[in-house]
């Protein structure tokens, strides 16, 4: 069962067939910009691991029959015959199936009858085997042969998650977004209008989506040749903040791998990609050896880069966490997209040069919404459905099918608002001691934080960062990669010079495209 979304004093459980285990249950009110499950049926789950069609087509049915690994046994003609040998000295009893010849009562007749007209050797205890009943054994029931195939398709583990339960979720992540709701305002019109354009222009086509579904069902296809495990897609695809050409992020987790270290599944992986799948991959496939091993590849039917990971819970959390405040309000996802693009245009979003993640922009969009601006536009997630989103839930079981029970009171426009991010981030935000949090929907102090992070040994190091963005799952420094001071003077440089652009100056013809 599926845990949906539902009020603080009770949850709703969905069954698999999409039905509700409570007749009372209350139906949950969709936002103006509707749910991903709104006019649609979420398609049944393969229960076999089989491909979909539109996979097959895209990548030919690479698996064929599977192998037959069960040997036949050699006709019993071919070996010698042994149905008159009697092991001599034979100290092994089986009362149950055998009849005794050395009962006292048993004649001398009957004694040699038994033995062949041998005279069995003292101290023995010579018995005959009692023949088999022919009605009994009309009556033994074989195995199918599919239960000696490897691995028996009788025995194997569902798809879950399921790529085709994922469909709707595409469906609606490349859904336009409808005129009529779209919030306008004397101010900033220019803007809002570019960030429309900036969103329409990088939302990703539903085919585009069904590539990237088609690609996940193949690959899982093939690693289910070997092992049961279950396959996710994670980030940007279907957190919906993603673009047009972002890159796939694959996460697996292997049954009854627990004993192999995550090398030793990438190599796996590797290995059966090779096998089944090289003529899809340019290039070859890459494993980093990082502190988090992944394997990196281009697969070239879609023109996809894929990053392969394994046993990443809170990756696949903060997806699902993510999914849902892009469902919250329309204004969420085009506004994650402009300001990810004024990043990207002024080098400030690659953590590896010690400024911020797309991931860590997003943090920072979403705790703005939340706290930086009132009425908040988006509520917190964690606070009211506690039972949901919390760091335990059972990544098996997270339903992307329902929609939040909340509606701003906020009227700005996304214009309006994006001002406002550069003005929360030039002068409100204390970055010296304040944390954005949106597991809590606050700041909280970067006192306490490192307290906790000491407390459960969590590398308290991490909050002598310059940028302290909570993790919402593992409650770690999102941000702790902007921990050289030059480049954190220039992210807040670049912040201060956007906001005194804006600053006073309403609308005069100013659009994303020369912030």
């Known amino acids: 069962m599926k845990r949906s979304l539902s009020d603080k004093e009770s949850v709703i459980f969905v069954e698999d067939d999409g039905s509700s285990s409570s007749k009372n249950a209350k139906k949950i009110k969709a936002s103006n910009s509707g749910g991903p499950s709104s006019g649609h049926k979420l398609s049944p789950g393969s229960s076999n691991g089989g491909t979909s069609s539109s996979s097959k087509q895209r990548y030919g049915n690479l698996g064929g029959k599977a192998k037959e690994w069960s040997k036949q046994f050699r006709n019993t003609d071919e070996r010698p015959d042994t149905s008159n040998a009697i092991p001599e000295n034979s100290k092994r009893k089986r009362d149950d199936d055998v009849i005794s010849i050395s ?3 048993s004649s001398d007749e009957d004694k040699e009858a038994a033995t062949g007209g041998r005279t069995p050797e003292p101290g023995t205890n010579n018995k005959r085997r009692r023949p088999p009943d022919p009605a009994a054994q009309e009556h033994v029931v074989l195995p199918d042969p599919q239960v000696f195939s490897h691995p028996s398709q009788q025995f194997r583990m569902g798809l879950n998650p399921d790529p085709a339960d994922f469909r709707p979720v595409a ?5 336009p977004i409808p005129e009529h709701i779209i919030h306008t305002e004397n101010n900033w019109k220019s803007l809002t209008k570019s960030v429309m354009e900036e969103f329409c222009r990088s939302q990703p086509t539903y085919e585009a989506m069904l590539k990237k579904i088609d690609l996940w069902t193949e690959i899982y296809r093939i690693i289910r040749l070997e092992y049961d495990c279950g396959l996710f897609i994670f980030g940007s695809t279907f957190n919906g903040f993603g673009g047009r050409d972002s890159d796939v992020d694959m996460c697996l987790f292997m049954d009854r ?9 990438l190599d796996t992986v590797r290995r059966l990609l090779r096998q089944h799948f090289s003529r899809f991959i340019r290039g070859g496939i890459l494993l980093v050896p990082a502190k988090v091993p992944i394997l990196k590849f281009k697969e070239t039917v879609a023109n996809i880069d894929v990053d392969f990971s394994v046993d990443n819970h809170t990756s696949i959390r903060n997806t699902h966490l993510l999914f849902y405040y892009s469902l919250v309000d329309y204004r969420v996802r085009p506004l994650v997209i402009a300001v990810k693009r004024w990043a990207k245009r002024h080098n400030l979003n690659d953590a590896s040069s010690q400024t911020i993640s797309s991931y860590g922009w997003t943090l920072m969009v979403i705790h703005y919404l939340q706290f930086g601006v009132q009425p908040q536009v988006v509520p917190c ?18 339903d992307y099918s329902d929609t939040p029970n909340f509606e701003s009171k906020n009227t700005k426009s996304l214009g309006s608002l994006l001002v406002g991010f550069f003005g929360y ?14 597991r809590t929907g606050i700041t909280l102090s970067k006192d306490s934080c490192e307290s906790y992070a000491r407390k459960y040994n969590l590398s308290p190091g991490q909050w002598r960062a310059h940028l302290l963005l909570e ?15 030059s480049q954190f003077e220039r992210i807040r440089s670049v912040l201060r010079t956007t906001w005194n652009h804006l600053r006073g100056k309403q609308d005069t013809k100013i659009t994303l495209y020369n912030l």
Do not use: W
């Not at 469906?171 to 859904?175: A, C, G, K």
């Not at 981030?425 to 949106?438: E, L």
């Open 103 to 105: 009962s006292t009562d």
């Open 171 to 175: 469906d609606f992540l490349s859904r």
């Open 257 to 265: 791998g627990q004993f192999l270290q995550p090398k030793q599944k």
């Open 381 to 398: 997630l964690h606070e009211m459905y506690p039972n949901i989103f919390h760091s335990e839930s059972n990544i098996f079981n997270l």
């Open 425 to 438: 981030y030039s002068n409100r935000f204390r970055y010296s001691r304040d944390v954005a949090s949106i």
């Open 471 to 485: 993790e919402p799952f593992d409650r770690t420094n999102a941000a702790r990669a902007v921990c050289n001071e």
